[in-house]
């Protein structure tokens, strides 16, 4: 048991002090609550008459005061009181530095919690933090069993799935003989990898093995200099390790992500570090779509001043490093002609989880659909091998999708992984899509269509939901303030959800028209964590409608499935059409036409 | 002019009246004098931007090879060297004894009581260096009673009022000049252990007998007042002979100079003896034109005339007073040399 004398030097903003003294006394500690009127002198004359472990102060600070708090700690120096007790200040701005500068053996300030100050009485602090030392990383896929509960959903998944499969079987790119490679480059002596690494570059387009092979990089691509980098290990190193902030109220979902993508890995890893500090969860690394279009990867850390980080195995490493260690990195594959090696890439770095979508990625984000199936199914395998889970973006939506293609879609491809022996993740967009807009299907609330999303879903499949990508896409605009609200609205919706991760943008990152300032990404998640905060356990109330929407997406997913099965294989009803078409606004890419061969291993 | 291992704090009246600034001076006048320095604060210094008015401030800038105590989160990535740490704790971490390798920056986070400063200080003595600076943090002023001479900054940053401004410097400068004395020369000692005690606690603690003088040794502060009302309390007024304070921080810490001064004045003129059983050498005052004045919810930097304020001080004390930013560091360099020279007295 501790005695701590609690003094309010502020007559009015004496609330933190009697919340502090109120928990000490019900953890069994003796306290005693001074009169907030009192002089120093006299505070000084109390604090010296009984053997306190702590003196306990709380003060609000102006342009004046910091001086009459020194003098108060000189005073209770002078009075031989800091010789056996510890001296604390609370109060809104004080911070580590001002305690310091104060003369205080400690400071509270406005992100502290009442639990903080008991545990620093209590010798449980740690120095990095109670709640930073408590972080264990999620699994968001752990505990589901991917059962298909709905039959005839299960019997189209399975046809779907066997064909692909069939078809694929026979194929290869020079994506999955890259992959081959660098694995065993990864493994590979020394000596053996300069020649491993020529025969790399024999599969490689121009740029990229040009780049690597006489450092003529494509143009605004640097390598990060070694200043550059030792700064940043310097900077963290320099930086204590704060306790995280909690985000969610009650409960241990939805996990918070959002995007990394600056172009600059050390950009990446200082606003990543910052939402740590914030209670993020995790951050999904983006690439640039330059990097999609070309066969083959950079090697090296490398920066640009561009959107999205190129996705290196250095870059990468960089990154999972220097994140917590409970911090969740998801590495974006599925754009692009590089699939299976980023992923093999993303796993012996470290990283949690990839992101792979055989549809949204040929249909919305230009990748021929027999190459991204290829290199698709190739990916999961190593995903699967590395017990890495892979979530499917639903941006498709976006192009003008009916939500129920994108959901039948990410089905397909969720089947395709499940078959493969990987983990999948589903993410349902919540947006206010093309084709919600047309059809007015939000025309009353922004509840209705996106929970039915998720109700059918889970009606079909035991299986993670993590809407994006990020929630509340289409309905925000270039005022911080109504983006932040937007995103905490469809946040505590998806709470009401129940599922396990959303990825929340930061407020200027439609319109930030360069590098996402690092405010912006705390404006979401301080918005976020206020909206759990009210919420609590009450739940959003959907409208009558909801049932219907749910009824016309489950049905609108069942008719996509059977018009996928009955092609040859799902790149085959991607070209076709099933799954978005001109009419919806979806196109299938071009990356790579015509690469996919026949696989003579 | 030689050096020796003088400690010499540095402390002000208020935030932002060149503690920094007069650190930084002395640095800059030592290091092409081959004088090896070691720099300590009692509080947090040398950021660039102020934690309360978010004014810029000036950085504190070491030349190579001095040492310096900080707290482990403050040490710069390179360019120091970690000698030890010293099991000093600070709100931002255990303090450790640093060298410079090369000259650069570094943010100040000491020791911040009386008995730790001590110790580190003499720490940072073995290692040889011929100054040891203190660093003050805001009015803070107790754990500078390990100096042996002082530098007091003051300035508008204080008071924009240079007559108040002025008086209180005076006041502050009087308890530097206090004789030193022995407590019992005069008659029994009664040292008092009550922090702010009042005349009662003093009549209880002095237990005198009618016609035996009483002498005072005050270890821990008293109020201005209590001095006035021993002088009339007819229990106390006709034994009391002496008051010995423990060196000339105790009566600044009162929090009003002046009234100190006046206290200990009344005292003298009722035929008490006042002195110091420590003195304490002041240097020089450092009088600062700036004040960061409020406007809005934020602070822009503003001086009151520099020259009136200099004159103002230079007429009312007799201690070496210097503008450091206007008239460099060589008189503040005299002024430290002169004070903290082997065998000076105030």
Redesign the interface.
């Known amino acids: 048991m501790k005695s701590i004398l609690c003094v309010p030097l502020d007559p009015v903003h004496d609330v933190g002090i009697k919340l502090i003294r109120s928990a000490l006394a019900q953890r069994g500690h003796r306290t005693e609550l001074l009169s907030p009127d009192l002089p120093?002198?006299?505070v000084?004359?109390r604090a010296?008459a009984e053997p306190w472990d702590y003196i306990m102060v709380s003060r609000t600070?102006g342009?004046g005061v910091?001086?009459i708090l020194?003098?108060f700690?000189?005073?209770l120096?002078?009075?031989?009181v800091?010789?056996r007790s510890k001296i604390v200040i609370g109060g809104k701005p004080v911070?580590?530095?001002?305690?310091?500068?104060?003369?205080?053996?400690?400071?509270f300030g406005e992100h502290s919690t009442v639990d903080e100050v008991v545990a620093y009485v209590e010798g449980r602090e740690a120095?990095a933090g109670a709640t930073a030392a408590a972080r264990t990383k999620p699994d968001v896929t752990a505990g589901f069993t991917y059962d298909v509960r709905h039959p005839r959903v299960a019997e189209l998944l399975s046809t779907i799935t066997e064909r692909t499969l069939a078809w694929a079987q026979a194929r290869t790119t020079p994506a999955l003989r890259r992959v081959r490679l660098r694995e065993a480059i990864l493994d590979a002596p020394e000596a053996e990898r300069n020649r491993l690494w020529q025969e790399y570059h024999t599969l490689c387009d121009g740029p990229i093995a040009e780049g690597n092979r006489d450092g003529s990089l494509p143009q605004g691509v640097r390598r990060v200099r070694e200043g550059e980098a030792?700064?940043l290990r310097?900077?963290l190193?320099?930086?204590?390790a704060v306790g995280a902030r909690g985000i969610r109220h009650a409960g241990a979902k939805p996990l918070m992500f959002k995007f990394l993508g600056s172009g600059c890995p050390v950009m990446d890893i200082v606003h990543a570090k910052v939402c740590e500090r914030y209670g993020l969860d995790g951050f999904l690394l983006i690439n640039p779509s330059w990097e999609a279009r070309y066969e083959g990867l950079l090697d090296g850390l490398l920066t640009h001043e561009n959107d999205g980080t190129i996705t290196s195995e250095q870059n990468i490493r960089l990154v999972r490093e220097l994140l917590d260690p409970a911090s969740l990195l998801t590495v974006r594959a599925h754009r692009g002609l590089n699939t299976p090696e980023t992923v093999l890439l993303a796993a012996r770095a470290g990283a949690d989880l990839t992101k792979i979508n055989l549809v949204y990625g040929s249909l919305g984000a230009g990748t021929d659909p027999e190459r991204l199936a290829v290199d698709g199914l190739e990916a999961m395998r190593i995903a699967a091998r590395h017990g890495m889970g892979f979530d499917i973006p639903g941006n498709d939506e976006l192009s003008g999708v009916p939500a129920w293609k994108s959901l039948a879609g990410q089905l397909a491809t969720a089947a395709i992984g499940c078959a493969l022996g990987a983990r999948p993740i589903l993410k349902p967009l919540f947006c206010y899509g093309p084709h919600i807009v047309l059809h007015g299907l939000m025309a009353d609330n922004f509840v209705d269509y996106n929970l039915a999303k998720v109700r059918s879903l889970r009606s079909l499949v035991d299986a993670p939901i993590w809407p994006g990508e990020p929630i509340a896409f289409m309905t925000q605009t270039e005022d911080r303030v109504q983006s932040a609200n937007a995103t905490s609205y469809h946040a505590a919706l998806a709470a009401t959800a129940g599922v396990e991760a959303i990825t929340v943008a930061s407020t200027d990152e439609a319109y930030s028209r360069g590098p996402i300032a690092l405010a912006s990404r705390i404006d979401s998640i301080r918005a976020v964590a206020d909206a759990y905060r009210f919420m609590g356990g009450a739940q959003l109330q959907p409208t009558a409608g909801v049932d219907g929407f749910t009824q016309r997406i489950t049905d609108g997913i069942v008719t996509t499935l059977e018009e996928v099965a009955r092609h040859e294989s799902l790149p085959q009803a991607i070209l076709a059409g099933a799954l978005g078409n001109a009419e919806d606004g979806a196109y299938p890419g071009t990356f790579g036409r015509g690469s996919v061969t026949a696989d003579g291993r | 002019m030689a050096v020796d291992a003088r400690v010499v704090g540095i402390a002000g009246t208020a935030k932002n009246t060149g503690k920094t600034t007069a650190l930084n001076a002395i640095l800059a006048a030592a290091h092409p004098r081959g004088v090896a320095v070691a720099v300590t604060s009692i509080g947090y210094d040398g950021e660039a931007v102020d934690n309360v008015t978010g004014l810029p401030k000036p950085r504190v800038v070491l030349p190579g090879g001095a040492l310096a105590t900080t707290a482990r989160s403050c040490v710069p990535p390179a360019g120091w060297e970690v000698l030890e740490a010293t099991g000093s704790w600070t709100a931002l971490g255990e303090v450790l004894l640093v060298r410079c390798l090369e000259p650069g920056a570094i943010v100040l986070a000491g020791p911040n009581r009386r008995s730790e400063l001590a110790r580190v200080v003499e720490r940072v003595q073995a290692l040889g260096p011929s100054l040891v600076l203190v660093d003050g943090a805001l009015n803070r002023l107790a754990p500078m009673s390990v100096a042996s001479a002082f530098i007091l900054a003051t300035g508008a940053a204080r008071t924009a009022d240079i007559p108040a401004l002025v008086r209180e410097a005076a006041a502050m400068e009087s308890f530097f000049r206090l004789p030193a004395r022995l407590p019992g020369r005069a008659g029994a000692p009664t040292v008092v252990h009550t922090p702010f005690p009042s005349v009662d606690e003093l009549v209880e603690a002095s237990a005198c007998a009618e016609d035996a003088p009483v002498e005072f040794s005050f270890l821990l502060p008293v109020h201005p007042d209590v001095l006035v009302r021993v002088t009339h309390d007819r229990r106390l007024r006709s034994h009391v002979a002496a008051v010995t304070f423990y060196d000339p921080v105790l009566p600044l810490l009162c929090g009003d100079a002046v009234a100190m001064a006046a206290a200990l004045q009344r005292c003298r003129e009722r035929g008490v003896e006042v002195g110091v059983e420590r003195p304490v050498t002041l240097a020089a005052v450092t009088a600062s034109p700036f004040l960061p004045r409020p406007q809005g919810q934020r602070y822009v930097a503003d001086t009151v005339p520099a020259g009136a304020l200099l004159a103002a001080f230079r007429s009312a004390l007799r201690s070496p007073v210097v503008d450091v930013v206007a008239e460099g560091s060589e008189a503040l360099w005299e002024a430290v040399a002169a004070a903290a020279a082997p065998g000076s007295t105030s």
């Open positions: 120093a002198e006299e000084v004359r010296a600070l342009y910091a001086e020194a003098r700690v000189d005073l120096d002078a009075a031989g800091r010789e911070t580590s530095e001002l305690a310091a500068e104060l003369g205080f053996d400690r400071g120095g030792r700064a310097a900077l190193a320099e930086r204590r």
